[in-house]
């Protein structure tokens, strides 16, 4: 019974605090930091999961139709609405716009940096989740995303086709929604009732409102059910202050309350139990809170494929493919990335207390973002184009210690469309962790964020900024 009452208790303040992250990264936020990130797929607590049961999905006869008809809805439920309620000009449409929407091809948008990289986002989270709830697998699904995406750009604005929306909205797109579509179940409990009932479908629905959208067509929302099997995720919460210095002056300094909510899903050392994608994912987001200015960051990292390879006799090697989505916003940069990106990651144990994890990456940012000053003699306020990153890092962990980490994340973005450069982020993150009692650490951060901008017809950027922060985080 004391057990029950731990999980159930344990999924209460799970679903409370998605419900709570996901709101608020929804919101128009000015900046954001990097936190104690760890490699794609390789959280600060993924070493110490035992458990490799991977979540199940709930059980769903596949159907081709309806998402498609469903897809077609959305689209002209969100045309309807910015064309009869909000009047958005651009929602003017008639046969003449779509003829020459196909004769003008695609072109290079002007719309804002948070429309851009997190609403399109969010709507092709929404295409892909209609066919995902409706049974289809990652794969069937992904195309639904991007049919969605092209029939909104060519149907239902009177404005070309644009390039960076169809790289933004349905592959990232497709990040988001696995990520919601699975968090969305996990939550689910169709053994509950009275208010908990209610609780579970209501936050589900608000993470993944197609998924609801469909409970609520199959009767599912209050179907009597069995209790689901206990999941494999782990979170971390992590509270404390975060002090930002400008321009790396003492003198110029903010201190931000900050949160921090980690959810790893699965257990990345067990490959053998990775049998679709996304069977192992991360999802990283901070925020820290400051008068008059926030500070917020999401990361989010999904396994297409991995596999163990050997290297050394005492140690676990394991090569990997993510897909992955970074958002940073801060007082240096505002940055978003969505990549392929190939990784590496290497643990040797050094004794039987102390162990040692590298890793070292490689990405393809297929499209990327970065605010720019100079943006807006183009009518934009950032430059967007492909790119690269690269990432290495390094931890030492000590048994019922603590751990020390260091870890370095650099991005290229090449402008396609705006001030035409070549921009340069970088992260820095390095600190160290003391174990206290119960899965309770207290940490201290060292951050480093800094900016090159390359520009053509202007003059070159380079600015930074650092922080310190101190926090206690609970594992659940």
């Given at each position: 019974?004391?057990?029950?009452?731990?999980?159930?208790?344990?999924?209460?303040?799970?679903?409370?605090?998605?419900?709570?992250?996901?709101?608020?990264?929804?919101?128009?936020?000015?900046?954001?930091?990097?936190?104690?990130?760890?490699?794609?797929?390789?959280?600060?607590?993924?070493?110490?999961?035992?458990?490799?049961?991977?979540?199940?999905?709930?059980?769903?006869?596949?159907?081709?139709?309806?998402?498609?008809?469903?897809?077609?809805?959305?689209?002209?439920?969100?045309?309807?609405?910015?064309?009869?309620?909000?009047?958005?000009?651009?929602?003017?449409?008639?046969?003449?716009?779509?003829?020459?929407?196909f004769k003008t091809g695609f072109v290079w948008d002007y719309d804002g940096y948070l429309i851009n990289q997190f609403l399109h986002p969010y709507h092709g989270s929404n295409y892909y989740n209609a066919a995902r709830s409706n049974g289809l697998d990652f794969w069937e699904s992904a195309p639904y995303a991007f049919f969605g995406s092209l029939m909104w750009e060519y149907f239902m604005e009177n404005q070309p086709p644009s390039y960076n929306d169809i790289v933004n909205t349905p592959v990232t797109g497709i990040i988001l929604g696995e990520i919601s579509f699975r968090v969305s179940n996990l939550i689910i409990d169709e053994s509950s009732t009275g208010l908990e009932r209610v609780m579970r479908e209501f936050s589900s629905t608000l993470i993944d409102p197609m998924q609801g959208l469909n409970r609520m067509i199959r009767g599912e929302m209050w179907r009597a059910g069995v209790s689901p099997e206990e999941q494999d995720f782990d979170i971390l919460i992590s509270l404390g202050a975060h002090n930002v210095f400008f321009n790396n002056k003492f003198n110029r300094s903010r201190t931000y309350a900050h949160l921090g909510v980690d959810l790893n899903y699965g257990n990345q050392f067990a490959v053998s139990a990775h049998k679709k994608p996304f069977d192992y994912f991360t999802v990283h987001t901070d925020v820290n809170v400051g008068p008059g200015d926030n500070i917020v960051g999401i990361f989010a990292s999904g396994v297409l494929w991995d596999n163990r390879i050997k290297l050394f006799d005492n140690s676990k090697n394991i090569l990997g493919i993510y897909k992955e989505v970074d958002i940073l916003i801060n007082t240096i940069y505002k940055l978003s990335a969505t990549s392929f990106t190939g990784q590496m990651i290497n643990t040797i144990p050094l004794s039987s207390r102390l162990s040692m994890i590298n890793h070292i990456g490689v990405s393809a940012i297929l499209m990327g973002g970065t605010n720019s000053q100079y943006a807006t003699e183009y009518g934009k306020d950032y430059n967007i184009g492909p790119g690269a990153s690269a990432k290495i890092g390094i931890k030492f962990s000590l048994k019922d210690y603590g751990n020390i980490y260091a870890n370095f994340k650099r991005y290229w973005i090449h402008t396609l469309s705006g001030a035409e450069s070549e921009q340069f982020v970088g992260l820095l993150n390095t600190g160290f962790s003391l174990d206290v009692k119960n899965n309770t650490e207290l940490g201290l951060n060292l951050l480093l964020y800094e900016r090159y901008g390359n520009y053509k017809y202007f003059p070159n950027t380079q600015n930074s900024n650092a922080a310190i922060r101190l926090f206690l985080s609970q594992n659940i």
């Open positions: 019974m004391e057990k029950m009452e731990y999980i159930n208790n344990r999924y209460l303040v799970f679903y409370i605090l998605v419900f709570f992250v996901f709101t608020l990264s929804q919101q128009n936020l000015s900046q954001t930091n990097f936190s104690n990130e760890l490699p794609s797929g390789l959280s600060k607590t993924s070493t110490i999961i035992v458990n490799v049961t991977v979540a199940s999905e709930i059980k769903v006869e596949k159907n081709y139709w309806l998402p498609a008809i469903e897809v077609i809805g959305l689209n002209f439920g969100v045309w309807g609405y910015t064309r009869y309620i909000t009047g958005e000009g651009w929602s003017n449409i008639n046969w003449q716009t779509i003829s020459d929407n």
